[in-house]
């Protein structure tokens, strides 16, 4: 979700105006996403390296996953979404890790549509604590297993998650900054050219269509028949 600050600067707005209208992208897409067959989205709310953005504008986002939860958990509960949180907990404030707990305890039940929202997450950071958590299980003898891909990605925080299978850039620029490292592997790329708080069911049409457009082969190849591994 990114071009909030550009999007309010082209107004002469101030950037927490930026990100209270991303907001409300956000709710859009997310009512939207079901109808074009998405099963789970995964948005990027604040990475580990936003902390270095001034101590206001942390709050200001801080300050929106209040409000939001606040005002919309009820109504996703109700539509049947889970959210699932993906992020260290540890140096949020306390406040938003219980309000986060909430949200994911109150609608684990539901299963018709996946929300996840990364929060304080960096896709490095998540991989490095996935491995730590292989170690120390095996350093306490509860496994013997070696980390392999399968163990690696049991301790993601996406872990049991779908596979991820497009990613969408906003604002133009095209990098991953951090996000999904590892479940981006053969993830199809989009980036669009669109501010995110002017994001919409007609934005996330015209990505799910270029995805459509894509031949996945996985590495394989699409005119020689995969061969059978054992
Ligand atoms: C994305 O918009 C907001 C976050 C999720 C942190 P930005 O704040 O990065 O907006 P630009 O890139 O400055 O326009
Ligand atoms: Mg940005």
């Given at each position: 979700?990114?071009?909030?600050?550009?999007?309010?600067?082209?107004?002469?707005?101030?950037?927490?105006?930026?990100?209270?209208?991303?907001?409300?992208?956000?709710?859009?897409?997310?009512?939207?996403?079901?109808?074009?067959?998405?099963?789970?989205?995964?948005?990027f709310?604040?990475?580990?390296?936003?902390?270095?953005?001034?101590?206001?504008?942390?709050s200001?986002?801080?300050?929106?996953?209040?409000?939001?939860?606040?005002?919309?958990?009820?109504?996703?509960?109700?539509?049947?979404?889970?959210?699932?949180?993906?992020?260290?907990?540890?140096?949020?404030?306390?406040?938003?890790?219980?309000i986060?707990?909430?949200?994911?305890?109150?609608?684990?039940?539901?299963?018709?549509f996946?929300?996840?929202?990364?929060?304080?997450?960096?896709?490095?950071?998540?991989?490095?604590?996935?491995?730590?958590?292989?170690?120390?299980?095996?350093?306490a003898?509860?496994?013997?297993?070696?980390?392999?891909?399968?163990?690696?990605?049991?301790?993601?925080?996406?872990?049991?998650?779908?596979?991820?299978?497009?990613?969408?850039?906003?604002?133009?620029?095209?990098?991953?900054?951090?996000f999904?490292?590892?479940?981006?592997?053969?993830?199809?790329?989009?980036?669009?050219?669109?501010?995110w708080?002017d994001?919409?069911?007609?934005?996330?049409?015209?990505?799910?269509?270029?995805?459509?457009?894509?031949?996945?082969?996985?590495?394989?190849?699409e005119?020689?028949?995969?061969?059978?591994?054992?």
């Amino acid at each position: 979700m990114d071009g909030n600050g550009r999007w309010a600067s082209a107004r002469g707005l101030p950037r927490a105006m930026g990100h209270r209208e991303g907001v409300q992208a956000l709710k859009r897409t997310i009512q939207a996403a079901p109808d074009f067959g998405i099963q789970c989205l995964t948005v990027f709310g604040f990475s580990t390296e936003n902390w270095s953005r001034p101590a206001e504008e942390v709050s200001d986002l801080m300050g929106l996953v209040r409000t939001y939860v606040a005002s919309d958990l009820a109504r996703l509960e109700k539509a049947g979404v889970r959210l699932r949180i993906l992020g260290r907990r540890d140096g949020l404030p306390s406040d938003i890790a219980a309000i986060i707990e909430k949200a994911e305890r109150q609608t684990a039940h539901n299963d018709r549509f996946m929300l996840q929202v990364a929060f304080n997450y960096g896709g490095r950071a998540d991989l490095v604590d996935a491995a730590r958590r292989h170690m120390q299980r095996l350093l306490a003898g509860e496994t013997v297993e070696p980390i392999d891909e399968d163990t690696l990605a049991a301790g993601l925080a996406t872990a049991g998650s779908p596979p991820l299978d497009l990613i969408v850039r906003t604002s133009g620029e095209q990098r991953l900054s951090n996000f999904l490292l590892w479940e981006a592997a053969y993830a199809e790329l989009v980036f669009q050219d669109i501010l995110w708080p002017d994001y919409g069911p007609k934005a996330l049409g015209e990505a799910v269509a270029a995805f459509a457009q894509r031949e996945r082969r996985y590495g394989g190849r699409e005119d020689a028949p995969a061969r059978v591994s054992a």
